[in-house]
């Protein structure tokens, strides 16, 4: 059927207008301003399952899942009926509460290095806390982290920061003072020689290594076989503490994330968005001789007035027990498999260069014919093309992430039916973008 173009602003672009004068570049996050791609961002009003609908009425399959939480799919009705029942009695106590204990309690028998948690309110928390606390147990400053990975906004990681600093072409944000970012040294990811000679020219100031197990953003990178492994090693060796940020990884590559994916074992962790089942929640945690180096067990502090929010535990503890119902993970796998493998060949029949990664149920296309290793070859690729793919994409119903530097997310919504609709929603946006 053909579509008339609309003349009037959609409700979308009105809004975005009322948006850039009140709120920084019309949104609370960079990489939903669509700067990636161009164009406006869509205003959503509802979703469910594997769904998302704007403002405007028109409704999309949803690969971003609120970039990582909605594992579940939208609007669970267990996790919706959760959170009703516990808001009924109270919804912030600034004191400790049961569920806090059952979440702590299901996170330490689920991801095989933790044996103490702490819970906080975002990923940023997490790792700015990690660090702070890996630098208080080791006496060290340093810190070494990845080229192209993001650990959210803290000072210390806005040095070669992938993600929105990465769309945006802002690796190094100003504001961030230079006794800060010298502390932290950046490094490429999958090269091993590389966290060798940081430690040689560092042999006693490296406090932490932290890195994203699978990286998400830059895209999605795996790691190459050996690699975490010999992070650990090196670590080891050096006494410094291994984190890894598992924020995106945690509870989505495997029920105990990417550590229990590849078998090695960091001292700290970072976790967030599954984990909060889409509220906000987050944690670290790790070894309890270094755990119990944190406030009131210990010297390092670190607090939080919604830490452990009980509205935001039972939305992550409903979540984190459904994820434990058997051939969960093979579900995930299989049907990302069939979605981006049946993407690749579409954009390659079309006579586009694309490249597939794909770990469990994170991938990203990139537009490129060469292999992506690490942030060097990531960036080779085409990224305007990739925004023709996104639109095209968009106008046929299909929400990407607005970014070739962002990993895409399935969860268990997306059914048979839901990749089907995908890949004919491809064979479209493909068959527009050979005419134009
Ligand atoms: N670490 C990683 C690996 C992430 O992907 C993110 C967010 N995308 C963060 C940390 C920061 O988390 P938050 O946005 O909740 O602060």
Redesign the pocket.
Known sequence: TMETEKVSPSRSETLFEQARAVIPGGVN?PVRAFRGVGGTPLFIRSAHGPYMTDVDGKRYVDYIGS??PMILGHAHPEVLAAIHSVIERGTSFGAPTELEVEIAELIVSLVPSIEKVRMVS??????MAAIRVARGFTGRRKIVKFIG?????GDAFLVKAG?GVATLGLPDSPGVPAEVSQQTITVPYNDLAAVEAAFAAYPDDIAAVIV?PVV??MGCVPPRPGYLQGLRDLTQKHGAVLIF?????GFRLARGGAQELYGVLPDMT?L??VMGGGL?A?AYGGRADIMDCVAPAGPVYQAGTLSGNPVAMTAGLTTLRLLQQPGVYEQLDRQTKKVSEGLLQLIRKAGLPATLNRVGSMFTIFFTDGEVTDWDSASKSDTALFGRFFHAMLHEGVYLPPSQYEAAFMGLAHTDEVVEATLAAAERALDKLAYH
């Open positions: 996050s970039w990582g975002s990923g940023t928390e997490a790792t990975c993001y650990h959210g906004h993600s994203e998400g953003n940020d598992e924020v995106m990884t970072c967030g968005k906000p987050a």
